[in-house]
């Protein structure tokens, strides 16, 4: 039986101001059996959760002024779905930053309190920039973990690639170098997901939405036949293809911002109390791996908005 | 006949080379200078008009923190470590208006960190 969301679930995102775009990537399930090394994927429908840019310690009563409030509300909202999904990602930006160590490590402390109420247990963090550059990820790690790492469930291949613990927004030669020792593993129709904070691709430079050589990891990428990017960093949904990889921002549970060159300066857009949290969101992703698909569903926490 | 061939063709090079750079340094020093000053999350100026075809150098120097000074449309992006004066030279070969922003993160603020460069034609 497949552990998507049921009708009644989504109903109920619905009533909150739920909407839906899907996605057909195309995947190839014979690709998911052997690895080179013996590397096993087996595949299986499943869904997981993908939240991101959380910023917890932000404080702008103009942007957000139930920033306080905002991700307890996400948190809240998950749990209520009835089929729980897999597993939840965090694509960076979990709090926002601080020159104060301390205070960073209370910040850390507090986003980690409050998801560890999460119904799944099975929690995947990303770091992004406010998370980690002031101090290369050292506090991040003491919460979080590793800055990079890959792991497989149920068929997917996922890896995690850090592009901001270094201030500079790269992902450097170690991790280049590691990212294609992992993906040496793995047969070249093997299904991958990326899970990253800035985009991989030049999306929109002047505004620093991109990683200095995010180009070369999407060069390694490039010849595996089955590749999809989740990231965030840039709060908003945005889609893009480098050839056959398909690239995909998610909302923040923040603020939301513009439309990458569509205004002078990249500042967040300000609260509308006619429609509060607009523009604010997270998503489910639904992996079919023997139907060779994914389906993304954006969850809205605005009432009566509309995609 | 090979290698004196080879040992000709570097020469050529190195000569080419030379004069270029020469002329470089001899230009530069009678160019004018814009200096910006780099502090978290401010550059002063952060608007600056300029004549296309008309090169100038840019004298970036950060005050409190490394920042970065980047121009994706012009293709000019540097370093700026605290307490040094990098110097850029710019010769902005398109009108338009471009951004340049700190792409090295500073702390809460960076995103707003930016400028931009007026090009008239």
């Known amino acids: 039986m497949r552990k998507g969301i049921d009708r009644r679930d989504f109903i109920k995102l619905a009533s909150i101001g739920g909407a839906v775009f899907a996605s057909g990537l195309g995947f190839d399930v014979q690709a998911k059996s052997h690895g080179k090394h013996g590397h096993k994927l087996t595949p299986e429908d499943f869904y997981f959760a993908q939240l991101s840019d959380t910023h917890w310690g932000f404080n702008g009563a103009m942007v957000n002024p139930e920033s306080a409030n905002t991700l307890h509300m996400a948190v809240r909202n998950l749990n209520s779905l009835q089929n729980q999904p897999d597993f ?30 999460l119904r799944v247990k099975n929690l995947k963090f ?21 800055l990079h790492y890959s792991f497989d469930h149920k068929g997917l291949h996922f890896i995690v690639l850090d592009n901001v613990s270094d201030p500079n927004a790269v992902l450097g030669q170690l991790q280049l170098d590691w990212l294609k020792s992992d993906l040496e593993q793995l047969p070249i129709s093997a299904p991958i997901v990326v899970l990253t904070h800035r985009p991989l691709f030049d999306l929109y430079p002047q505004w620093d939405w991109h990683t200095r050589d995010g180009q070369a990891a999407i060069d390694l990428l490039m010849p595996h036949t ?14 893009h293809m480098s050839g056959h990889i ?26 509308d109390a006619n429609r509060p949290f607009a523009g604010l969101g997270y ?7 023997r139907k060779a698909s994914y389906e993304i569903d954006e969850k809205l926490l605005s009432t009566g908005e509309q995609l | 006949m090979k290698s004196s061939l080879l040992l000709t063709l570097l020469l050529l090079i190195f000569n080419g080379f030379s004069t270029a750079y020469a002329a470089t340094q001899a230009s530069e020093a009678e160019l004018p200078v814009i200096s910006i000053q780099a502090s978290r999350f401010v ?40 307490g040094q004066k990098i110097r850029v030279v710019l010769t902005p070969t398109k009108a ?26």
Request: overall charge negative.
């Open chain 1, 283 to 289: 998503r489910t992703i639904e992996a079919y791996p």
């Open chain 1, 226 to 239: 089955q590749v999809a990017i989740f990231y965030g960093h840039i709060h908003q949904e945005h889609r």
């Open chain 2, 43 to 82: 550059y002063s100026p952060n608007k600056i008009k300029l004549k296309q075809g008309q090169s100038v150098v840019l004298e970036i120097e950060a005050t409190d923190h490394l920042h970065g000074f980047s121009i994706p449309e012009l293709k000019v992006r540097v370093d700026a470590p605290q």
């Open chain 1, 246 to 271: 398909a690239h995909y921002a998610a909302k923040s549970l923040i603020f939301p911002l513009p439309a990458p060159g569509s205004v002078p300066k990249r500042a967040p857009l300000p609260w």
């Open chain 2, 96 to 121: 338009g208006v471009f951004v340049f922003y700190c792409d090295i993160f500073c702390g809460s603020g960076h995103e707003e960190m930016s400028g931009e460069i007026s090009v008239e034609s």
């Open chain 1, 88 to 117: 939840i990602v965090f694509t960076g930006d979990l709090t926002h930053t601080t020159d104060d160590p301390q205070e960073r490590r209370r910040r850390m402390q507090e986003f980690r309190t409050i998801v560890d109420g």
């Open chain 1, 126 to 146: 990303i770091p992004g920039e406010h998370d980690a550059s002031l101090d290369k990820g050292a506090a991040y790690q003491e919460f979080f973990g590793d």
